[in-house]
């Protein structure tokens, strides 16, 4: 099915472009997803997600970050990472105004799960956030380096730098990764800035767990290298809300709903979501 594109205006006033895809009978819920670095709403790894949602009846909704994807914005860079809160507060916004009687669940993976965590924590009305290998730790580099960052966003803050993500650490699927090296819309750099930013979001969004009250689903694999697990067990370990799950996957990679294991995943998210809207 080929989706629905329209725009909305995002953090900075930026131009902002969002996906939704409909499914053929009047949708019970809706899932708003936000891709991960480099990533983007029509990214090759959404589309079995997307087909599952629809195919249990829910809308869905993907958007491009600032900077990312088709959405405007210099590649890879925020100057402030509120503005990417403020996309997705946009983005919900435009969501519940298509959908407002329907529950809605919020998904973000990677560093989407990270804005997504931090977003869930001022917006009670959520039905739910699922984390997919949610950014939640510090990136393992050398001591050095952090601080160098941080003089270099002082002074060059929109530097492009490489992080070197492998992507055959995403998923154990190796024609999907085919996908994903030949997907012309990723944009594999950030500036000095976003790392800055990131860096400072990681502490805070774990610092603040105890005030995300909704409920919450963490997915990891447990031989992900790019978000060790260790981030989300600390998080979660954190998180004041009653109604949490962390599902670790044994032996997974960075991108569960891509990798080889993704029918029980897709399985189980599906799941945990009907049991939240029973709740409703």
Sequence with gaps: MEPETATLVGGNSLTLVYQRWLPDEPADAVVAYIPGVGGHSGQPTYRYLIDYLLGTGRAVYGLDLQGFGRSEGRRGHVEDWHNYIDD???????????????????????????????????????????????????????????????????????????????????????????????????????????????????ERVQTNADRLLVPLLIIVGSDDVITPPGGSQEFYDRVAAEDKTLTIYDGGYHQPILDTNRDAVLSDISDWITDRQRRE
């Excluded at 529950?103 to 039905?127: N, T, V």
């Excluded at 160098?148 to 992507?167: F, Y």
């Excluded at 998923?171 to 000095?192: M, N, Q, S």
């Design 88 to 202: 997705v507060a946009a983005f919900v916004a435009v969501v519940r105004q298509a959908h407002p009687e329907l529950p809605l669940f919020l998904f973000g993976q990677s560093l989407g799960g990270l804005i997504a965590l931090e977003y869930a924590m001022a917006d009670p009305l959520l039905a739910g956030v699922v984390a997919s290998a949610p950014s939640l730790a510090q990136p393992n580099v050398p001591a050095w380096m952090p601080p160098m960052v941080r003089a270099l966003a002082k002074v060059k803050p929109t530097l492009s730098v490489n992080p070197g993500l492998d992507l055959a650490a995403f998923t154990r699927d190796p024609f999907e990764v085919e996908k994903l090296k030949a997907d012309p819309l990723r944009h594999p750099k950030v500036t000095v800035r976003f790392a800055v930013e990131f860096e400072a979001a990681v």
